[in-house]
């Protein structure tokens, strides 16, 4: 158990709706990312927050958004969903900014139908 | 931008060893990870390289050339546990982490 938590596990939408994903990270760790893992596809990097503010920005695309709020969990939310967003999308945390070993969630598997 | 290769698929025996190379391009670097992922479940951290040379923990061990753009992975004394994908992330001068199509490597009896 990596101690970072993800919510929920799996989420069954349709085309055109918006869903919000949940991340709590490990306690003490102030960063937390959130990348996309596609069907026989890398790990692509989404966006970072560090204690808060926005830290580094991948690939996002417009139509997602996310946020770190005061007690350091984050939200990442996908909007005007298309059958190509289907993945499983996993939150990391780490201690530092950088050069720390990032710890995962278990992922939550989007489908879009 | 950055960019990162490693082989697609390895092929190993149990009980042998086994290394995983990568090379990557990228601005900036800023550290080089290794981590594991089974199937459906979540990457786990392996090991970190910042500087040259062989970083050593147990039967893994993960080695570092800055100049070259190079590190590999290297699995002892396989088990069929270690059937799994192994990432290569790099780090860049922007705080990003880059991962690494992965290699997917299957241990045969």
């Known amino acids: 158990d990596s101690g970072v938590t993800q919510t929920p596990k799996h989420l069954i939408t349709a085309t055109g709706q918006r869903v919000t994903l949940r991340c709590s990270p490990r306690s003490g760790d102030l960063s937390v990312y959130w990348y996309q893992q596609s069907l026989d596809q890398g790990l692509q990097f989404l966006i970072q927050y560090y204690n808060g503010e926005e830290r580094a920005k991948g690939n996002i695309l417009e139509r997602f958004s996310a946020q770190q709020f005061p007690d350091l969990h984050s939200e990442l939310n996908l909007s005007s969903l298309e059958l190509g967003d289907s993945a499983l999308y996993f939150c990391?945390?780490?201690?530092?900014?950088?050069?720390?070993?990032?710890?995962f969630g278990n992922g939550t598997r989007l489908t879009v139908t | 931008g950055q960019n990162i290769d490693q082989p697609t698929e390895m092929t190993a025996t149990e009980g042998a060893i086994v290394q995983i190379n990568c090379t990557y391009q990228?601005?900036?670097?800023?550290?080089l990870f290794w981590y594991q992922q089974h199937a459906g479940e979540a990457p786990t951290f392996l090991s970190y390289?910042?500087?040259?040379g062989l970083e050593e923990k147990g039967r893994f061990s993960s080695f570092l050339s800055r100049s070259k753009g190079y590190s590999y992975l290297l699995l002892k004394e396989l088990q069929m546990k270690d059937s799994a994908s192994y990432l290569c992330a790099v780090g860049n001068a922007g705080n990003m982490l880059t991962f690494g199509g992965g290699t997917r490597l299957m241990v045969k009896p």
């Open positions: 990228t601005s900036g670097f800023n550290g």
């Open positions: 390289n910042v500087l040259d």
């Open positions: 990391a945390s780490s201690v530092g900014a950088y050069n720390s070993p990032l710890h």
